[in-house]
């Protein structure tokens, strides 16, 4: 019996499922979740000394890969003058001014716990700024375990098969309104039917917890411009794009700015953190100046705001998106010649150091198209990387994402097993 799999019926005695997050259960793709020991770089090693190339990076903080060297030392050296003062530091005001300058969007920052915490803040926010109730969101957008925003959501959600949660009232859930997404007649039949109520259209601009799904050109330009013309505001979760896809995350890349943006993961370079944007007229209702409440003890905290300027830094300072697209494009060109040798219909999305190969004969455009992927032959692959050391998401709908610390043979060996992997 291996050192994981005891760990894993100990963890099922004292924690539900084994686990802090049900995607690492592993209940898509069958089998025991490995529990890990250590991350370096492009590797995770698990607690039998088990090494994979990781494709997961922590679910999407892990930019420059695991433990970078300066973020470590910016984590040590900050610890030593107190891991929590619950007063103002220095650190928060250089973590906000570095991220008001980088996202176009954003004049003002709050800093949260978690991408949860961030997406339930820009809610309220709107609600309260616009004195309406009712939101849209779109099939298969995943922001967090928010009680309003788990309606149809994607990631583990949708990999349970549980997109709508046990335990949210009725009441509340009546007030999200659930649209495909890439279906604009359905956003104008929304406004035109609820006129004057609605608050807020959340979405991740680059959809990626249901699978990875393009925006259709157009799309997102189009949903700025009603939101403007019907006083609602225009929320992008970034948590999974910022600064992930450049320094000012899709709005920068795709050209649209909204009224919010919601951030996470990559700022708080693996340490717990969220952090909400917008214009100083909007992001003013929040308490202390305005009537919106917000608050966190933990907020700030001086180690995820060090954690975070470090890993800021180094992607500003050194040229890590030319890198990341470059990799990218290799594992892009790898894994597509793979699958015509293999014969298969796919089909495979990238942004950058994000990708998604889904299982399927069509293009993916929604919630629906992702859904008629092969998940049994996707549960296949990804046991036969695993057992290859290669580690991928458990589940096809999630996104993989590159590092800075992966290298070119890294990628070269991850098509060679795929091409194995496929024989299956
Ligand atoms: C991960 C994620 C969240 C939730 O962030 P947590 O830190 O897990 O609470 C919200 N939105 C998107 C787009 C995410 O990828």
């Not at 259960?25 to 025991?32: D, K, L, Q, T, Y």
Request: net charge neutral; hydrophobic share 45%.
């Amino acid at each position: 019996m291996t050192r994981s799999s005891q760990l894993f019926a100990e963890a099922l005695r004292y924690l539900p499922g084994g686990v802090n997050s049900p995607v690492r259960a592993f209940r898509a793709v069958g089998g025991e979740p490995f529990f890990a020991q250590r991350a370096y770089g492009a590797r995770v090693e698990d607690v039998d000394g088990r090494a994979y190339i990781d494709y997961v990076g922590s679910w999407g903080p892990a930019i420059l890969g695991h433990a970078p060297p300066a973020v470590i030392a910016a984590v040590q050296e900050t610890a030593k003058a107190g891991t929590s003062f619950g007063i103002p530091n220095p650190l928060e005001v250089e973590l906000a001014r570095h991220i008001c300058e980088a996202v176009p969007s954003v004049e003002k920052v709050r800093m949260t716990n978690s991408g949860t915490e961030s997406t339930m803040t820009a809610i309220r926010l709107a609600r309260g700024y616009t004195r309406r109730d009712k939101l849209i969101k779109f099939e298969g957008c995943y922001h967090g375990h928010v009680d309003s925003l788990l309606v149809k959501a994607g990631s583990g959600a949708l990999t349970l098969g549980q997109p709508d949660s046990a335990g949210i009232p009725a009441a509340l859930a009546a007030l999200t309104l659930t649209l495909p997404f890439n279906d604009l007649d359905a956003v104008r039949a929304a406004f035109t039917q609820h006129r004057n109520e609605i608050a807020a259209v959340i979405l991740q601009p680059i959809p990626a917890n249901a699978g990875l799904i393009p925006p259709q050109p157009g799309f997102l330009e189009a949903l700025r411009q009603l939101c403007t013309e019907h006083g609602t505001l225009l929320i992008f979760d970034e948590v999974m794009t910022g600064f992930r896809l450049g320094p000012g995350g899709a709005q920068e890349l795709l050209g649209v700015r909204p009224d919010l943006t919601c951030l996470g993961k990559v700022i708080g370079g693996g340490l717990p953190v969220g952090a909400v944007g917008g214009s100083a007229a909007i992001m003013d209702f929040l308490a202390p100046v305005g009537p919106v409440y917000q608050a966190g003890t933990l907020s700030g905290n001086p180690l995820a705001m060090a954690a975070g300027l470090a890993q800021l830094r180094i992607l500003k300072a050194e040229n890590i998106y030319a890198r990341l697209e470059k990799l990218g494009a290799l594992l892009e060109t790898e894994t597509r010649a793979a699958l015509k040798a293999a014969g298969l219909d796919y089909a495979f999305y990238r942004y950058g150091s994000m990708f998604c190969l889904f299982f399927t004969p069509g293009s993916v455009r929604n919630l629906d198209d992702a859904k008629k992927a092969d998940l049994p032959r996707f549960a296949r692959f990804f046991h036969a990387l695993l057992d290859a050391g290669i580690y991928i998401a458990p589940s096809q709908f999630e996104t993989g994402f590159i590092s800075a610390a992966h290298t070119e043979q890294d990628i070269e060996e991850t098509a060679r097993q795929m091409r194995e992997a496929l024989r299956g």
